[in-house]
């Protein structure tokens, strides 16, 4: 059977990108085939190179283009979209087409300290302010809203008396680079003996 190949993007460091590209380092099922950003300072897009990875940064005006941004990736023959840490809204036909194919990853509790200009630091901040006394991270399919497509999976962490910003992201973090990998590999895998019964 061909590999699935799957195609992130990112906009910003690039850890959760980098983990994903190393956890399917040897497996050859799944095929990290590209890794998109719109940030050229995104340290993911250097290291993907030299891993040999196919690398692609992209300004903002292209993006809107997004007929030319689809027909990209068909012309790659992406299956598969990972949002890591992506901060443009995902055009429509994109959302249409990879439905239930794109999944995202968000640093809090949704439907909780999600949406548009909720990203990073803001989220852990209004946690903390509101006293939460947990968080965690969510994982879910992209639609054309910002972090609203459904849930797929869920970790919950305590939010102990003296976190702090800097704290509260790295046990958040923590959570990330542990599930994400997995839950895509489950995913995908559920996908294709779908599509294969
Ligand atoms: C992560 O916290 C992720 O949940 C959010 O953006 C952050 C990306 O971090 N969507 P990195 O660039 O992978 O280090």
Avoid: W
């Avoid at 947990?134 to 994982?139: K, L, N, Q, V, Y």
């Avoid at 997995?182 to 019964?197: G, P």
């Amino acid at each position: 059977m061909t590999a699935i190949n799957v195609a992130i993007f990112i906009s910003g460091y690039g850890s959760n990108a980098l983990n994903i590209i190393e956890y399917f380092d040897k497996k050859k099922s799944i095929n990290i085939a590209l890794l998109l950003s719109n940030n050229s300072q995104s340290f993911a897009i250097e290291k993907g190179q030299e891993k040999g990875i196919e690398t692609v940064v992209f300004n903002n005006d292209s993006f809107k283009n997004n007929d030319l941004l689809l027909h990209y990736l068909l012309s790659k023959q992406i299956d598969f979209i990972v949002l890591a840490g992506f901060l443009k809204l995902i055009p429509k036909n994109i959302t249409h087409h990879f439905a239930e194919k794109m999944v995202n990853i968000h640093p809090s509790l949704l439907p909780k300290y999600g949406g548009k200009g909720m990203y990073g630091k803001q989220v852990h901040l209004a946690v903390l302010e509101n006293k939460e006394t947990e968080s965690g991270i969510t994982i879910h399919y992209v639609n054309e809203e910002y972090d609203d497509g459904h849930i797929i999976f869920q970790k919950k962490v305590s939010v102990e008396h003296g976190d702090d910003v800097v704290t509260l992201t790295k046990k958040i973090q923590q959570l990330e680079h542990k599930y994400y990998p997995k839950i895509i590999e489950q995913v995908i895998t559920s996908i294709v003996s779908k599509e294969f019964k």
